[in-house]
């Protein structure tokens, strides 16, 4: 969903018309209360924003967007006028990601959007953690080995997930019961040796990786054995 906030209703109504004619859903708003409204209902995936709107402008609502916990990463887009200059630069220093000189092409308007939404995938792809051979991929909640995919439970994933981000760093098993089985858990210690064993059986030869630290705990150690 994109949401244009324009007042200019010939150019709003071409902005959404060309938009889903490109494959995006769009919607429309003369000015910032209807759109405060509908953000509170449905959150787009990027906001085309003019600057000249009446009641509160563009920039104040870019502000705001920037934050706000629940709105600061949605990639917005100023629509400036070409001739100033001003106006462009303090969009760009208040957290806008790219801007567009009015007038602009429809098909420019839509190029923008398009690098715009690329540039701002990895926020909402979840990063990936390598730890020799062994590969988390947070988004797609997957591992593999070496390039082999494995398969694992909800604790051992968050285990071994736990492990792999602090490299080196030693837990205890009351820590590990703690941060991935939760504090009111009710189990006994027993049950992290049980999950590792079943880990390491499963990671194959990087099940080494896994370290035993007598009288202690576990830790993960950056390579595995050769």
């Not at 405060?36 to 995936?45: A, D, I, Q, V």
């Not at 705001?64 to 462009?88: F, G, H, N, W």
């Not at 797609?140 to 051992?156: D, R």
Request: charged share 30%; glycine share 8%.
């Amino acid at each position: 969903m994109i949401y244009c906030v324009e007042d200019d209703s010939s150019i709003r109504e071409l902005m959404i018309y060309t938009l889903q004619m490109s494959g995006f859903e769009a919607r429309g708003f003369e000015e910032g209360t209807a759109f405060w409204s509908s953000m509170k209902k449905e959150k787009p995936e990027l906001i085309v924003l003019d600057i000249m709107l009446p009641g509160e402008d563009g920039i104040s609502i870019l502000k705001k967007l920037r934050t706000s916990p629940d709105t600061e990463d949605i990639p917005v887009i100023m629509a400036t006028a070409k001739s100033s200059e001003y106006d462009t630069v303090i969009g760009l220093d208040s957290g806008a990601d790219d801007y567009l000189a009015k007038p602009f092409g429809m098909m420019e308007m839509v190029s923008r959007i398009k690098a715009v939404l690329r540039r701002s995938s990895p926020k909402q792809d979840r990063k990936q953690i390598q730890c020799g051979n062994i590969l988390i991929d947070e988004g797609k909640h997957t591992v593999t080995v070496s390039g082999k995919a494995i398969s694992l439970t909800l604790k051992e994933y968050e285990l071994l997930k736990l492990l792999a981000e602090n490299t080196g760093q030693v837990f205890t098993r009351e820590n590990l019961l703690d941060s991935v089985w939760g504090i009111d858990f009710a189990g006994e210690t027993r049950t992290v040796d049980v999950h590792i064993g079943t880990l390491r059986t499963k990671l194959d030869k990087c099940g080494d990786m896994i370290k035993t630290v007598r009288g202690v705990g576990y830790k993960m150690e950056g390579q595995e054995n050769e």
